[in-house]
């Protein structure tokens, strides 16, 4: 019953079903794809010769559409000849036109103005009228290009047309003609369509204008059909498939009339035109249906012939496998399927022969395996004692007995290295008196072994000592019996910790093995001493932190003391960095006023922010302004102004600094300055006078710069001496400092008085400078505001001191 149910599923799932399968699926794929191919390429074909024929058809009916409308073009342009001057003569032409033309319904003449003169159909003839075609594209075009098409249009479903052709000679007038389209449907008759095919003439519009038995209703909009829009369209890239008017998918070509802008299209139903391309399918798939059935019968027959084998080989395969290796499958085949069945029998016979041996080996595996695990117990327990205490002396004779034990070794040694006195020394040993004197106790850096494995890095072995070369660790180990000898490096990223010593009575290689277990060994020796060295400088450490935490609390006591004294002179810093900004301030507030040197002079000392009150003293004032100022200004640019008004000022500024003048005010041009307010001066006179000599002087050289500018500008001053009111005037955000009296007036109109480079000055001005200025009087002057004659003095220039009363009169004298 098994043995049917395997069968059964053999059949359905195994090799049978998939040679069956594969060989029917190869079979219909090949003649699946040879199928399409024909097909497609029948199809390309037909599709092409069906389009190709439409296409002549279309652009053969589009020329004789376009010969036929040039005809009419010509006949009509008979009737516009220049002979024909009265209208009698052109009614009979027009009349002779349409009994010769029936596409012609109507002709109308229009003179040179674009009224119409007359108009002839064939049911009726009218005399002149008042329509006024002047505006109408078809009379402005005709005039202007000679012969124009109209665009199509309807009346009452029927296609008509109009052409318009000017008549020789200036403004002769136009022949405008009305064309009947109906005689566009005799180029589309079934004869030159076909019978299964349809054509229509569409306008720019989309509209049809002439249409063949099977086509669209004329005056039909077809313009949503994408053949029709694609022709429509600005690139003009016509399709060769769409959808006719009913909605079926039809082939489709299409030639341009290109006089008119019409469209012929011809269109064929792609069901009636495919319909090769479907027979061709239906005999493509009987002969796949044949194929299959052959693939069938030739599969089954194929995979029941490598049944058998097959069969033979499985069992075979489940015997070895059972492990029955005596048994030898039985194929005659003469094939690939008998040198596997060969294969197979000899494959049992090897492992027959092999696995009678396996168990002896098994065994070596076994032992091999318990030594492995009992160095694994052991490098355990070498790991658990290095990390459970970080004492040297308890971690080393631990490592050194169980190196003993696990490479069966008669004596280890371990040494550690001593980097500053740069030598070896002895610090644990098991199987040798550690405590006996010897030349192993302690070994120099140089040339013995144990320094060669800490320079490579690598462990060396010696397999004989007798027949080694001389050095200390030899002439011990041989003397107390030993005759090999293995040495592993004790080091680490940061240098040489010492050595792990191994050694054997017998002489004779080391073990691969051995090597690569006392290579970990040196790990686990290397791990304790550099903790133990960690521990031992971590613990001092931590005396020495004790010792520091004392040192640290004494400076914080002392740090705290000076804190205190830091706020201290804190506290005082702060109260002089509070005096010294309100003297920046003060400074700030009388800079608006002074000179930056009184400024400064007046908020050094305490209290003398007085000055700045309302008082009563003797003044100096001195104006000055441009002469012309108003009327160049008036004559140049603003900004040309603005350049004039910066080079003025900063000559002024520089000098009423310089003689520690008080700057009152600007107004354009005009400047008044205070001497004598608010510091003192004893010469605060002198001061002013010659300051205004010598911006005479710096501004005569500035008007002559202007003048090669263009621009006439002269420069006038006025100095007056007397008492005036003192103090700030204006308001907390905007503070001036300002002299009320008639001193100020005076001075302002002695300025007014002054012509270009001048100076005028009160006879009490002169009177105190007189030893120190030329000068001449002048006229007495009428001054607004001052009811009697101001008597004056011009300032001719300034000169050296004079020492005494003689040459002052002498210096008079000489004026």
């Not at 003179?111 to 594209?137: A, C, F, P, T, Y």
């Not at 090897?350 to 492995?372: F, H, I, M």
């Not at 002179?569 to 000179?595: H, T």
Request: a negative charge; hydrophobic letters at 45%; aromatic letters at 6%.
């Amino acid at each position: 019953m098994a043995g049917a149910k395997d069968k059964s599923r053999f059949l359905r799932e195994g090799l049978f079903a998939k040679y069956v399968v594969s060989l029917v699926g190869l079979v219909v794929f090949v003649l699946a794809v040879n199928g399409a191919m024909e097909t497609w390429i029948s199809y390309r074909a037909t599709k092409t010769t069906l389009t190709d024929g439409m296409e002549e058809k279309a652009q053969a009916t589009a020329k004789r559409i376009e010969q036929s409308i040039s005809e009419l073009e010509r006949q009509i342009s008979w009737v516009t000849r220049a002979s024909q001057d009265t209208i009698e003569k052109r009614r009979a032409d027009y009349a002779s036109l349409l009994n010769q033309v029936s596409a012609v319904n109507q002709l109308s003449q229009l003179d040179g103005e674009g009224r119409v003169v007359q108009r002839v159909s064939r049911v009726s003839i009218s005399g002149g009228s008042s329509n006024d075609l002047s505006r109408d594209m078809r009379f402005t075009d005709a005039v202007a290009r000679g012969v124009v098409y109209a665009p199509a249009y309807f009346s009452d479903h029927r296609p008509l047309m109009s052409i318009s052709v000017a008549h020789s000679g200036f403004k002769s007038g136009v022949t405008m003609a009305e064309i009947d389209l109906d005689f566009l449907s005799d180029f589309l008759s079934d004869a030159q369509v076909g019978k299964s095919a349809f054509a229509y003439v569409v306008d720019p519009h989309g509209k049809v204008l002439a249409t063949s038995a099977k086509g669209p209703d004329i005056g039909k909009d077809l313009s949503k059909l994408p053949q029709v829009a694609a022709i429509n369209a600005p690139d003009r890239e016509p399709i060769s498939s769409g959808t006719d008017f009913n909605g079926h998918s039809v082939l489709t070509a299409a030639a341009e009339v290109p006089k008119l802008g019409w469209a012929v299209i011809f269109e064929q139903p792609t069901a009636q035109a495919l319909t090769p391309i479907r027979d061709q399918l239906v005999r493509v798939g009987l002969l796949i249906g044949m194929g299959l059935m052959v693939a069938i019968l030739a599969g089954a027959f194929l995979a029941r012939r490598m049944l058998i084998p097959i069969n033979a080989l499985r069992d075979g395969a489940n015997r070895l496998g059972e492990g029955d290796f005596s048994h030898r499958i039985e194929v005659k085949t003469s094939d690939e399927l008998e040198q596997l069945a060969n294969q197979f029998n000899s494959m049992a016979g090897q492992l027959q022969e092999t696995y009678s041996g396996l168990e002896t080996k098994v065994e070596e595996r076994t032992r091999d395996l318990a030594q492995s695990i009992n160095e694994l117990k052991v490098l355990e327990e070498v790991g658990r004692a290095v990390a459970s205490s970080l004492d040297l002396d308890a971690v080393l004779p631990t490592i050194a007995a169980r190196a003993i034990e696990i490479t069966h070794a008669d004596a280890v040694l371990i040494y550690g290295y001593d980097a500053e006195l740069r030598r070896f020394n002895l610090v644990e040993a098991n199987g040798i008196d550690k405590s006996a004197d010897g030349a192993h106790v302690t070994i120099d850096e140089g040339s013995n072994i144990l320094s060669d494995a800490a320079e490579s890095g690598e462990p060396i072995a010696l397999a004989d000592l007798d027949h080694a070369a001389e050095q200390p660790l030899r002439d011990v180990a041989v003397n107390a019996g030993f005759h090999s000898v293995l040495v592993v490096p004790l080091v680490d990223q940061q240098g040489t910790l010492g050595s792990l010593v191994v050694l054997r009575r017998a002489s004779g290689e080391f073990a691969a093995g051995v090597t690569g277990l006392m290579r970990t060994f040196a790990h686990q020796a290397v791990l304790a001493m550099r903790n133990a060295r960690l521990f031992t400088e971590v613990d001092h450490k931590g005396r020495e932190l004790e010792a520091a935490h004392e040192t640290v609390q004494q400076q914080a006591a002392k740090l705290q003391e000076q804190t205190e004294q830091l706020r201290n002179w804190n506290r005082s810093l702060e109260e002089r960095v509070e005096k010294q900004l309100g003297e920046i301030e003060r400074i700030k507030r009388l800079e608006r006023f002074l000179a930056p040197q009184v400024a400064q002079l007046i908020a050094s000392s305490d209290g003398h922010d007085a000055l700045l009150d309302s008082h009563r003293r003797e003044v100096t004032v001195v104006f000055c302004d441009l002469r012309g100022f108003t009327a160049f200004t008036e004559a140049t640019e603003p900004e040309e102004a603005m350049n004039v008004l910066r080079e003025y000022h900063a000559a002024l500024g520089e000098l009423i600094f310089r003689y520690e003048g008080t700057l009152d005010r600007y107004a354009g041009d005009g400047v008044m300055i205070l001497f004598n307010a608010p510091i003192q001066f004893p010469d605060h006179t002198k001061r002013a006078v010659k300051m205004a000599v010598e911006m005479r002087d710096t501004i005569g050289a500035l008007t002559e710069k202007w003048k090669n500018r263009g621009h006439s500008l002269g420069f006038g001053l006025g100095i007056a001496l007397g008492y005036a009111t003192l103090g700030q005037i204006g308001f907390e955000q905007r503070l001036e400092y300002a002299a009320i009296g008639s001193v100020t007036n005076l001075a302002s109109r002695l300025c007014d008085e002054a012509k270009a480079n001048q100076i005028v000055v009160s006879r009490r001005v002169y009177g105190i400078v007189e030893p120190w200025v030329e000068a001449r009087p002048l006229d007495d002057l009428q001054l607004k505001g001052f009811n009697h004659p101001v008597l004056a003095m011009e300032i001719l220039g300034w000169r050296e001191e004079v020492d005494n009363v003689v040459d002052a009169s002498a210096a008079r004298r000489r004026m």
